[in-house]
């Protein structure tokens, strides 16, 4: 069936049917005064909802939207890295899916798309949502703008003050951006009563989000994790079978990065589904160590825990990460589909340092000129390894990575690891 689809396929392609056993179900917690499920339908999109519950394996995507992948430029390039394969001296063939060339510049915006078009289709005027380093909130700046919606994105604080050109695009493409926590909520303001300069997280602008949303019935647009974000980003592996079959090649190991696990299922479950490929590896960060650490359980996503429990690899919904890393994939839990494809051992895993993915980044900028974002830097250290140890066995296996964003707006976390780095 894939094989006849346009590069762009019509169809975004959903893995719950072919897991390799039933996916635990979200749920309530016990003895809850409120049930997260409901809370839920008052602030998806309905289709978004619908959709999150499907068990359809190809979800048809709309022409309108299909278009606006157009649009933005897609099919996303699918790159031979001749001169990182010349650089390591490896028998193995690399290619990377660039997700770095949408114009927000990360896969982000896969989702954000079909998002807010079901929401402008519903009559919603308004759509909220959190964002950390402004990936998320710049691809939903877009997206509302492209459907004349308003956005309001909170940004939390910290890197409201250190990433002001992410918060300038947000602003440029029309969004409202706030220092989360704020007292636009009473969330945010009974944070604000214990800690007036709190520097804010990711958990605490997520229920700000959520809150606001509800409180004036606007719509909540989500970034990663649950199951309809990597049913949209499928778009990425998709397109990249189609390139592959283009150049004859069959791909032996996939990789990529996994912050809330939204690029690496986007990417690898459209080939595990098929059965493309023998290998499957998510990176994660050794700075927060869901893997090597986390538990399998129910957990919440948020750390407000306004949204239903789900079953995932988890550090804890109020983990923190240390203050002092730059790395990104910050995020405490893996997707449950990929926590259940890793538990099964269809997927392996990996976690690098700071220092292994700022080396990595420097050699892919030296051999491929692409300053990768520091989270696909953890994907690319991957490769690199597995470049490597093909040589040793004279391996000349194809080797699939997505480097999920640039770089460019993230110089400054280069710039803090660089001088970690140097300081050793
Ligand atoms: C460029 C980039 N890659 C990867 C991630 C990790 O998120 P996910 O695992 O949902 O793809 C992020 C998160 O913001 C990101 O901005």
């Known amino acids: 069936m894939v094989n006849s689809f346009d590069i762009i396929p019509k169809y975004w392609y959903n893995i719950i049917p072919d897991l390799p056993k039933p996916l635990p179900p979200p749920r309530d917690p016990q003895d809850a005064e ?24 190809f979800v048809k995507i709309p022409d309108e939207v ?19 394969e010349e650089y390591l001296k490896t028998p193995a063939r690399i290619y990377f899916k660039y997700e770095g060339a949408t114009p927000t510049g990360s896969h982000k915006i896969n989702t954000a798309i079909p998002q807010a078009y079901f929401a402008a289709n519903e009559g919603v005027s308004h759509v909220t949502t959190e964002t950390g380093a402004g990936q998320w909130g710049t691809a939903v700046a877009l997206a ?104 004859g090649e069959e791909p032996d190991t996939i ?36 893997f090597s650490k986390g538990k399998y359980e129910y957990d919440f996503p948020d750390s407000a825990g306004l949204l239903p429990l789900v079953k995932m690899i988890t550090l804890g919904k109020d983990f923190i990460p240390p203050p002092i890393y730059s790395g990104g994939l910050r995020y405490h839990g893996v997707a449950p589909t990929l926590s259940l494809l890793v538990k099964e051992k269809v997927v392996e895993w990996r976690e690098y340092t700071e220092e292994e993915i ?16 520091p989270e696909s830097a953890h994907a690319i ?44």
């Open 255 to 290: 990789i990529g990065c996994v912050g809330g696990g939204s690029n690496f299922g986007g990417f690898t479950y459209p080939f595990i589904g098929t059965k493309r490929g023998k290998k499957y590896i998510a990176v994660g960060s050794s700075e927060v160590p869901k």
């Open 381 to 424: 250290k991957a490769a690199i390894d597995e470049a490597l140890e093909a040589k040793k066995t004279n391996d000349k296996k194809v080797i699939l990575v997505n480097v999920s964003g640039h770089g460019l707006l993230d110089l400054s976390n280069y710039e803090s690891m660089k001088n970690r780095v140097m300081k050793k």
């Open 144 to 247: 509302a703008s492209m459907y004349d919606l308003e956005s309001t994105i909170f940004m939390v604080r910290v890197s409201y003050e250190h990433k002001p050109m992410r918060r300038t695009i947000m602003e440029l493409y029309g969004a409202k951006v706030h220092a989360s926590p704020t007292d636009l909520t009473e969330f945010g303001r009974k944070i604000l009563k214990e800690d007036s300069r709190h520097p804010g997280s990711l958990g605490i602008a997520m229920s700000e989000a959520i809150e606001y949303a509800l409180e004036n019935n606007y719509r909540y647009l989500v970034g990663s994790v649950l199951d309809v974000v990597i049913l949209h980003q499928s778009i990425i592996g998709m397109e990249s079978i189609n390139q592959l079959e283009a150049l």
């Open 358 to 373: 700022y080396n990595s980044a420097k050699i892919f900028m030296k051999t491929q000129g692409i300053i990768p974002a």
């Open 34 to 57: 409120f049930s997260r499920i409901d809370l839920l339908r008052k602030i998806l999109p309905k289709e978004v909802l619908r959709q999150e519950f499907t068990i359809e394996r």
């Open 66 to 84: 299909r278009d606006r992948y157009i649009n933005i430029g897609r099919p996303t390039p699918l790159i031979r890295a001749r001169r990182l």
